[in-house]
């Protein structure tokens, strides 16, 4: 079996309980080496490192938008590829050691992004706590635990796991929020084969800022008639204005469009860094028009050659 059906050892964004072991769970069903990392920093580190195969990490929810943490370390750093990716659907519960009522809390922790998710729901049932943020749901669970905190933010089965108690549950500000984790590989690993349904991911560094600079990186995709599903900005860490755009599009790059859409972007932009082509989870296929499609691109090919005598 090759390196990509079989990866030895898989890191997660730890300790268990997270909704990321969900995430690995579901990409690996049968998973028998696994490490929960203390962080997503972590799991990158040791996947870069060649402790890990492959990390499992979150890489957008559906409230808060791109999860930092995540981007930013994928942005610099041996390059990474996203290899696949699966959703999961994010359901809050609050988590206490048994006999804590709601009076007794003082002190709640949790993932940032599931801070943004509940802070509503807090300010409305806990007005007056002291909300602290966690490098995960379940570390905070763990340290409810431990008697750090009084109370958590996380997925009603790291109560479970940390030997808590769930308070109250369904507590999200927003009922359907929806995560979606990413397996990353190292750079060298190929992008899967593309299936029809396919993301594109990569970040683009625009050479310098003057007008009409984001246009032309959009214009790359445009008149190539490929749709693009997330564009955020993220700074570069070189400078205050100093910023790069994680860029995701439907297609792979097996396909001539998408690939013409890289050089361009190659020619044009200070740096890009290809972060993956891999199926979409929700299998939905976007029809692509027939003059973006293979064909027109293979016959346009053939006939430039054509004209340069070459064939
Ligand atoms: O802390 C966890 O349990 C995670 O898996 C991380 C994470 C995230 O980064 O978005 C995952 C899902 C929720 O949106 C909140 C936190």
Known sequence: ???????????????AGTFTQQALRRLYPDAEETWA??????????????????????????IEGGVSST???????????????THIAVEFALVVREGTTREDIRRVSTHPVAMAQTREWVARNLPGVELIPESSTARAAALVGAEVYDAAISAALAAEVHGLVVLEDGIADHRGAVTRFVELARGDVPPPPPTGADTTTMVAFIRDNRPGALLELLEQFAVRDIDLFRLESRPTGQGIGKYCFTIEAVGHIAEPRLAEALVGLKRTCAQVR?????????GVVQPVADEAGPTAYREAQDWVTRLQGRA
Do not use: C, K, W
Not at 50 to 58: I, K, L, Q, S
Not at 71 to 85: K, M
């Open 1 to 15: 079996m090759s390196e990509q059906q079989a990866p030895r050892r898989i890191g997660y964004l730890g300790p």
């Open 37 to 62: 990392a203390p962080g997503v920093e972590a799991a990158l580190d040791g996947l870069r490192s060649g402790e890990v195969d492959r990390a499992v990490v979150p890489f957008e929810n559906s």
């Open 71 to 85: 981007l930013d370390q994928l942005i610099h750093g041996l390059p990474l590829v996203i290899t696949r990716e």
């Open 274 to 282: 290809f972060l993956g082509s891999y199926p979409r989870a929700d």
